[in-house]
């Protein structure tokens, strides 16, 4: 993940929440690397948390794939 610096706070927050999803499936996989398997699984559904988000996503602009 690319974390980007901005000039200000009102470019930086919607930017974060355009890509929250990515950045909460960040964090989980961060955390699984010194937990146990329980936090392994918590991030690999954030993961396809984010997958399926961003199909969601060009579904609704009407793109595919």
Do not use: C, K, Y
């Not at 690319?2 to 499936?25: D, G, K």
């Not at 392994?40 to 793109?63: M, N, P």
Request: charged residues 25%.
């Amino acid at each position: 993940i690319w974390i980007r610096r901005e000039h200000s706070l009102n470019t930086a927050v919607p930017w974060m929440v355009q890509h929250s999803a990515e950045l909460i499936a960040f964090a989980a996989r961060a955390r699984s690397g010194s937990r146990g398997p329980a936090e392994t699984t918590a991030a690999e559904h954030a993961s396809a948390d984010v997958d399926q988000a961003r199909e969601l996503s060009h579904v609704e602009r009407g793109q595919l794939g």
